[in-house]
């Protein structure tokens, strides 16, 4: 693969509104890195450290300042906690209802607001007597108690990106995600096959895309130069989620390791991935838009 | 030898290890300078001297784990990928940074137990170094956002079950 595909950039859309505008600046999208996992590296060293320095002050408590330090140290992380909460907060509103990852991160933005809460009353109990030469035993459990919920929570932050995907790739798209998956059911599909409607599929925006699951078979629906055009939702690489990806004339980019297709043919353009997709055919029949399913073979 | 490759690489985990690691120094470092501008401006005094020797040691101590996990990863990658040279600079410029980081230790073992206000050289080096990490920082978060390394890559069996279960054509196993 030559990977020049990969670093051609989607052209960005012109009608967009403010929010969008905003939402894509928390988003990192012009910096194309995601912010909240830059900025969560302070508070988890910081506090971190902080923990680390009330120890020394139990193990050393000839050293002076430790006190002190450890109090810094963990001001400066919860302040930066907070900054890290308002881009962690867009990037939440931005996974799918039904993605695997959902629940990851409300869990994620629980354990959060749990260990804000309690770095700030420990802030607040040891205020009084940073002159201590070792820390007492109240703030140092409430500092144990917040390295636990830390590490718990930056692990499962971890696992929203490398195991789940979110926010992976995000910055090559230029359009809103999918925010649900459209259920669909059909009749058993007869010799000719079956022509399902797709009503969203009339107000979509150019290069918008929809994800849509007929009978357990989940498909992306996108518009490109006014013609519509549906093929599995999974890539065939690692299974990265193509109703997300980005759109270059006929191609769609996985979002996760940049295998292209041609949305016309399924075919793959290039690498990573080596399958072509599953495509599926549109058509208009009286007024409505929708997808003709081939008549399903048991083999499949 | 491949238990340890495990255990750098995070399979016990279920997380790359690296992406871990490398939270310490990536908040010690540009938390000293912080700690140094502060005693620079005369706010903190001793205390923040010594709060930012300790956290340019906490980082290096970090960075010593970082770096071969960091290297597992990178050996990981396709040489043809390009993924592979900013992987590459990523590494060079992480040297750079922890050489900086441990000369500008070097030079605050003198006085950091009475100064109240930070020297000019490690000062200087505070600066330097942090600007040097935040692009290597950022080509690193590169590599996982914009190409994907490591990303699925211990989940792949879930989404391969996902993706099936969606009635998706699927690569080999």
Known sequence: MNGARSRKREAPISHRSKIEKLKDFLEGKPLRHPIHPMLVHFPIGLLLLSFLIDLASLAFPSVPNLVRD???????????????????????????????????????????????????INLGVRSSSLLDPRIS?????????????????????????????????????????????????????????????????????????????????????????????????????????????????????????????????????????????????????????????????KSA | MKWLLNILKGKWLGHPLHPILVHVPMAMWPGALIFDLLSKWQIGGNAMVRLSFYAIAFGLIASLLAVPAGLVDWTGIKKEKPAWKIGLYHLALNVVVTALFAINLGLRLQDFRDASIVATAPLTLSILGTAILIASAYLGGRITYHYGISVARMSKDEWREIAQAGGANLPPE
């Open chain 1, 70 to 120: 450890s109090f810094y140290a963990m001001l400066l992380g919860l302040i930066m906690a907070l900054v890290a909460a308002v881009p962690g907060l867009v990037d939440y509103t931005d996974i799918r209802s039904d993605h695997p990852g959902k629940r990851t991160a409300i869990a994620h933005m629980i354990l959060n607001f749990m260990l804000v809460v309690v770095y700030g």
């Open chain 1, 137 to 297: 035993m109240g703030p140092l459990i409430l500092s144990l108690i917040g390295v636990g919920l830390l590490s718990a929570s930056g692990y499962l932050g971890g696992r929203l990106v490398y195991n789940q995907g979110i926010a992976v790739g995000r910055h090559k798209r230029h359009m809103p995600t999918p925010r649900d998956t459209i259920h669909l059911t059909t009749p058993i599909p007869g010799a000719e096959g079956v022509f399902v409607p797709i009503m969203a599929a009339q107000q979509l925006r150019e290069r918008e895309t929809l994800r849509v699951e007929i009978s357990a078979q989940i498909m992306t629906i996108v518009k490109i130069d006014n013609q519509l055009f549906a093929f599995q939702e999974f890539c065939s690489h690692r299974f990265g989620p193509l109703s997300e990806g980005s759109f270059d004339g006929f191609n769609v980019q996985c979002p996760w390791h940049n295998s292209c297709f041609d949305v016309r043919t399924g075919k793959v353009t290039n690498g990573p991935a080596k399958v072509d997709l599953k495509i599926f055919e549109m058509e208009m029949r009286e007024g409505k838009v929708g997808i003709l399913l081939p008549r399903q073979t």
